[in-house]
């Protein structure tokens, strides 16, 4: 009888370890260790993470190396491990427990930004192709297999359309109610035209859990770059909003994510901006801060894109600032992703106000692309039919045959390749996270975990 094979483990590829280390409270030096395909960070002690990081995988002791295929660290040689995450993809993206439908219920915006590669106009409202809308919406509640749906108020500028909101969310607030299915919404917003009593409406009747505010710098700069078109400024009115609702804890469900476009124009002006923001006393958890580099929607901003190395590096010392100040923070992804974007599943699609549905939400409104985007026209879809192929459908299949660069990224299964679209035009859209990595463990190990960092005589490794 032939004796039981052993496993032979190695180092998996989704295992990312920090260049420094750290001592914890009890004095160990330990690494970090982000394991990109359980979105978890974790500390091992120096010597089994140079072991790792060295690929001497049979020199770590076998109580360690059993806990560390415990964690995930390490696998079995034999495993496809990419071949696993890229099949985890194709399930995600395949499977209907989550449906997705972005609603654009205006095409007008009552900024005119300057980076914008959308072209606003006065769009027509239609009760017939609302109508249609909200049975795809509502045939999707009634699904045996859904669990959760989601709407993304999506413009334009949505809050120009908020009647329409309100009206469309009763409806879906009601089927939800009768069919047990989970549902709630999220909105992107210029602001502008935010109330207490809006944010209470939609919090309260329309279940939106999820609001994303941009603001571009402190009111000087905000209103030169986000100006509305009537001329005024938007900065002090949106801010002295959200002060209140920070405030009075108005809408306690809603998390409100303020987001900053930074290019080379408004990035010197970044630590000015929390500073603003937490003297109005918006540095509360509830309230989390994402920095974005600005990139093309097939408009030409090269004039002021920041390179992605150089946007890292400064995007580090705005994270540490934000958590000094106490707003909520993300140092790394906490959850891996189903899919890449909306594009990447047929679960999820984007409906303009003229009835026409996309898969990639950087086609509507966008001059040179949004005809080519168009997959399908609400009216000639049944309910419930899924909607049709989109161009980037195909997407796992390309990062399987290595056409494009993903298919090495040890950040695979947190990022999803990021925006296929970008990829495709010649762009780099690696997530920040990607080129600052380092950093971002610091963060985790100081601000999260209350390490210290070692002393330099400690070997840092490679």
């Known amino acids: 009888m032939r004796g039981k094979k052993t496993m032979s483990l190695v180092k ?15 004095g ?42 415990r964690l995930g660290a390490l696998v079995d040689a034999q ?48 009760a017939e192709r609302a109508e249609r809308l909200l049975a795809r919406i509502e045939a999707a509640m009634d699904h045996k297999e859904t669990e959760l749906v989601t709407v993304t108020w999506f413009g334009g ?46 919090h309260d009747s329309c279940r939106l859990r999820r609001l994303d505010i941009t603001l571009d710098g402190p009111q000087e700069i905000h209103d030169r770059r986000r100006f509305l078109k009537n001329g005024r400024g938007s900065f002090e009115r949106c801010v002295g909003v959200l002060g209140k609702v920070a405030h009075d804890d108005v809408a306690p469900g809603l998390s409100i994510n303020l987001r900053v ?4 124009e408004n990035e010197a002006h970044v630590t000015t901006l929390l500073h603003d923001l937490a003297a109005a006393g918006l540095a509360v958890s509830r309230f989390t801060v994402q920095f974005m580099p600005v990139h093309s929607w097939g408009n030409d901003i090269s004039a002021v894109e920041l390179e ?47 009835g026409q549905v996309y898969s990639c939400s950087e086609h509507p409104l966008v001059p040179g692309v949004r005809d080519t985007g168009v997959i399908a026209r609400t009216e000639d879809l049944t309910a419930t039919e899924l909607r049709p192929e989109g161009t980037f459908d195909d997407w796992y ?15 695979l299964p ?25 950093e971002r463990l610091d963060l985790v190990a100081v601000r999260r975990l209350g390490f210290r960092t070692a002393e330099s005589g400690v070997h840092a490794g490679r």
């Not at 949505?158 to 009206?167: F, H, N, V, W």
């Not at 299949?397 to 950040?411: T, Y």
Request: net charge positive; glycine share 8%; proline share 4%.
């Open 261 to 264: 476009n930074v290019d080379q």
């Open 157 to 202: 500028e949505p809050l120009m359309a908020y009647r329409l909101i309100g009206e469309m969310s009763e409806r879906l607030v009601a089927r939800a109610e009768a069919t047990g299915t989970r549902y709630h919404s999220q909105m992107a917003s210029n602001g502008s035209l935010l109330t207490e009593h809006k944010l209470r409406y939609l």
């Open 397 to 411: 299949d390309q990062v399987e045959n290595s056409s494009q660069p993903c298919n090495g990224c040890p950040l």
């Open 28 to 69: 160990t030096v330990v690494r970090l260790g982000y394991l990109s395909r359980r979105a978890q960070v974790f500390s091992v002690d120096i010597n089994t993470a140079d072991l790792l990081r060295s690929g001497a995988i049979d020199a770590i002791p076998a109580a360690k190396r059993k806990e560390l295929a």
């Open 308 to 354: 992605a190395r150089s946007y890292a590096r400064r995007e580090t010392e705005w994270l540490r600032l934000a958590a000094d100040l106490g707003f909520g923070w993300h140092a790394l992804p906490t959850g891996t992703k189903t899919t890449a974007c909306t594009a990447t599943t047929r679960s999820s699609e984007i409906h303009d106000p003229e």
């Open 79 to 126: 495993v496809d491990e990419r071949g696993e995450v890229l099949a985890g993809f194709r399930a995600g993206s395949g499977s209907l427990r989550r449906r997705s439908f972005t609603i654009m219920p205006t095409a007008y915006c009552n900024m005119g930004c300057s980076y914008c590669g959308q072209e606003h106009y006065k769009s027509r409202h239609s």
């Open 12 to 26: 998996s590829r989704y295992l990312v370890t920090s260049e420094r280390a750290y001592r914890r409270a009890d």
């Open 414 to 438: 947190v990022c999803g390749g990021s925006c296929p679209k970008l990829w495709r035009e010649g762009h780099l859209p690696c997530p920040s996270f990607k080129f600052n990595l380092q």
